[in-house]
């Protein structure tokens, strides 16, 4: 069964930098895709980042491109989320999940999540 958990998540003020992990067991993770979504109360869940299997190649929503950096160490079977230059709006539960199809910003495409992990940006 294959399982992803987040960490690294917290309270951190704007224009400051938090780092999230995702920890991934029971499945090669280097075979896949993965990438980070959030959802802010109120709101649809929504793309941030994704990464291929090889860390070759990224890509990134408009509203954070420029300040995050999404990264791997197959490895380590961990996937990661910088954040920097971060900003109230920012404030949302973040997700790691596992990528299946050639769509990165499509929730669809994306079979395994984890809980999530709170990150919250104060003014």
């Known amino acids: 069964q294959v399982q992803l958990v987040e960490s690294g998540g917290g309270l951190v003020q704007a224009g400051g930098s938090l780092r999230l992990s995702c920890a991934a067991s029971?499945?090669?993770?280097?075979?896949?895709?993965m990438g980070w979504f959030r959802q802010a109360p109120g709101k649809e869940r929504e793309f941030v980042a994704s990464?291929?299997?090889?860390?070759?190649?990224?890509y990134y929503a408009d509203s954070v491109r420029g300040r995050f950096t999404i990264s791997r160490d197959n490895a380590r079977n961990t996937l990661y989320l910088q954040m920097n230059s971060l900003k109230p709006e920012d404030t949302a539960v973040y997700y790691c999940?596992?990528?299946?199809?050639?769509?990165?910003?499509?929730?669809?495409?994306?079979?395994?999540w984890g809980q999530g992990t709170q990150v919250t940006v104060s003014s």
């Open positions: 999940a596992r990528r299946f199809t050639s769509v990165p910003s499509e929730q669809r495409s994306y079979d395994y």
């Open positions: 990464i291929t299997s090889s860390g070759n190649n990224a």
């Open positions: 029971g499945s090669t993770f280097s075979r896949y895709a």
